[in-house]
């Protein structure tokens, strides 16, 4: 079994007509850093795979103060209009080439997240505040997957 955890990136600035050029908020920052720590308590996830919009990256920047990752890559895959049945194929085929690998990070967007949770364990589509994290158990000899909970900065 293998872990997953499905990140929406921090607290951004609002809405410009370049998307992929937002940038966290001090509070942003600080709900990627709690979740980093929160992450590297419960899981510590040695693989990531990131967005390569900013507010993406500086989220993944704050959580790795807290985690080392042996595994680091950003993918147009999982941006904010990405389809989740890519991304999860993308995301399968890595888990079978680095089967040393057991905990999966991916630092994204609504609305994909949600999609991506549900992708993997049909019927659950949560909701994600800011640096909200899901986290997701995942067979990767029968590719069955089983959505365990959703977890936010401000509870954990």
Known sequence: MKTILI??????TPMQA???AREL???GVFE??????WMKETFAPTAMLVSPYIRAQQTSIAVCKN???????????????GNPQVAIDYLASLINEYPQYDTWLLVTHMPLVSYLVDQLSPGNMPIFCTASVAVVQYNEHTQLSDY???NAPANV
């Open 7 to 12: 990140m929406r990136h921090g607290e951004a």
């Open 18 to 20: 370049n998307d992929a």
């Open 25 to 27: 908020t001090e509070n």
């Open 32 to 37: 990627a850093e709690k979740m980093g720590r």
């Open 67 to 81: 985690n080392k990752f042996k595994f680091n890559e950003t993918t147009r895959d999982i941006v904010p209009d």
């Open 148 to 150: 365990i909970s959703i």
